[in-house]
T-cell receptor, first 113, second 115 residues
Framework: QKEVEQDPGPLSVPEGAIVSLNCTYS??????FMWYRQYSRKGPELLMY????GNKEDGRFTAQVDKSSKYISLFIRDSQPSDSATYLC?????????????FGSGTRLSIRP | NAGVMQNPRHLVRRRGQEARLRCSPM?????VYWYRQLPEEGLKFMVY????????ESGMPKERFSAEFPKEGPSILRIQQVVRGDSAAYFC?????????????FGPGTRLTVL
């Protein structure tokens, strides 16, 4: 079993729709949860960074963490064609830079104009 | 402030040759991480380095792969005697090392193709 499971998609939605992306994990030691966006043939770019359970909102993006269920989500409101990319969930066990990050395999998202 | 820089962006090698991938961290960053991304897969951690020290190499294959981050100059990921299975995108990330936040900034990657 992988430490982090993520549906690879592809996921295609019309412009303006709400997008829900999810990951599950098995390691209860994970404390820090991240979402990265990766455009084709580019490096990953950090979108959201949350600690422990709860919600965090940043513009059109909301990240949710449910540690009891080992489940994290990213919601994108009013989706735009420019949001089309691969979204990677990621997590680590510690806060310091010494903690390696474990990534999901990524969900490919396409927003149709 | 320039971001993380990697070169070359594309590298083609024949089986048995050596590949050297370079990473210059963001200005002021002293921690470097290398990840590998196989087609249709997520990023897999390989190694974490600080200046002149390897901190965590738990993701590095046992043979043919090595990494360094010298006092001066970029971090180098070296792959000896490459095989077709080494074909992948290799990403470098850096972090400040002075803050408690584990925010890693990624470079554009080096795409290695082994013929």
């Amino acid at each position: 079993q992988k430490e982090v499971e993520q549906d690879p998609g592809p996921l295609s939605v019309p412009e303006g729709a709400i997008v829900s992306l999810n990951c599950t994990y098995s390691n209860s030691a994970f404390q820090y949860f991240m979402w990265y966006r990766q455009y084709s043939r580019k490096g990953p770019e950090l979108l959201m960074y949350t600690y422990s359970s709860g919600n965090k909102e940043d513009g059109r993006f909301t990240a949710q963490v449910d540690k009891s269920s080992k489940y994290i989500s990213l919601f994108i409101r009013d989706s735009q064609p420019s949001d089309s990319a691969t979204y990677l969930c990621a997590m680590s066990g510690g806060r310091s830079s010494a903690s390696k990050i474990i990534f999901g395999s990524g969900t490919r998202l396409s927003i149709r104009p | 402030n320039a971001g993380v820089m990697q070169n070359p962006r594309h590298l083609v090698r024949r089986r048995g040759q050596e590949a050297r991938l370079r990473c210059s961290p963001m200005k002021g960053h002293s921690h470097v991480y290398w990840y590998r991304q196989l087609p249709e897969e997520g990023l897999k951690f390989m190694v974490y380095l600080q200046k002149e020290n390897i901190i965590d190499e738990s993701g590095m294959p046992k043979e043919r792969f090595s990494a360094e981050f010298p006092k001066e100059g970029p971090s180098i990921l070296r792959i000896q005697q490459v095989v077709r299975g080494d074909s992948a995108a290799y990403f470098c990330a850096s972090s400040p090392g002075t803050s408690e936040d584990n925010e890693q900034f990624f470079g554009p990657g080096t795409r290695l193709t082994v013929l």
